[in-house]
């Protein structure tokens, strides 16, 4: 193995940062800009967010929201507000120090850059990772998908049996690196599932590869 991958939200750090941006900080800037109360205001951005849909890649990309509800202000502002509300989960900086002195790691997410970014520096994560690839930014893809994988074996120029990823979702971070020959790991933090394939966090995956 040369390549250790990693997704990033529910596996390294969770998911408050883009709740506040997503169903807070959007919501209370577009009841600003309309002058109303921010539970009308919520319900009609989560509409308008169903109504694009997880499939379409715009989905993802905070520029469009910011555009489509004519939302005053910048991206930048909104998610610098809220980059202290980040958190990584309390076994990942130990873990991480301790693989990168052994594997490349790498950063393989279904996340915007620009969500990518700020959750990296606010972290001091940047540094551990040789290459980032975000699947909607650089390959327009919304999901994680064979091709996605293939795609970044072909540019780290690897054969997929040389890689392995970690994740926290179980189709998009096991069963499809799998498919492709990929060694995987599931993160179920909760404890809910069992099998050889699953981790309950990374001291666990750190123990494996002792």
């Excluded at 069992?194 to 590869?209: A, M, P, S």
């Amino acid at each position: 193995m040369k390549i250790l991958s990693f997704d990033l939200d529910g596996t390294l750090v969770d998911s408050e940062f883009n709740e506040l941006v997503w169903n807070y900080g959007i919501p209370r800037l577009y009841a600003k800009q309309k002058n109303i109360i921010f539970k009308e205001a919520k319900e009609y951005v989560a509409s308008q967010y169903q109504l694009v849909g997880d499939k379409a890649v715009e989905w993802y990309d905070i520029k469009f929201w910011f555009a489509r509800f004519g939302l005053p202000g910048s991206w930048k502002d909104l998610m610098s507000e809220f980059k202290e509300r980040i958190r990584l989960y309390p076994d990942v900086p130990d873990v991480l120090d301790n693989l990168k002195r052994r594997y490349d790691l790498v950063l393989t997410s279904n996340s915007a850059r620009e969500f990518i970014g700020v959750e990296l520096g606010a972290c001091g994560l940047a540094s551990h990772f040789s290459r980032v690839f975000s699947a909607t930014s650089d390959f327009g893809q919304v999901k994680k998908t064979p091709e996605f994988f293939a795609h970044i074996c072909d540019l780290l120029k690897i054969e997929p049996e040389e890689m392995m990823h970690v994740g926290d979702h179980f189709d998009f971070d096991y069963l499809v690196p799998k498919k492709l020959g990929i060694r995987a790991f599931y993160l179920d933090r909760e404890g809910k599932s069992q099998g050889e394939f699953v981790i309950r966090d990374l001291k666990e995956l750190e123990e494996r590869l002792s």
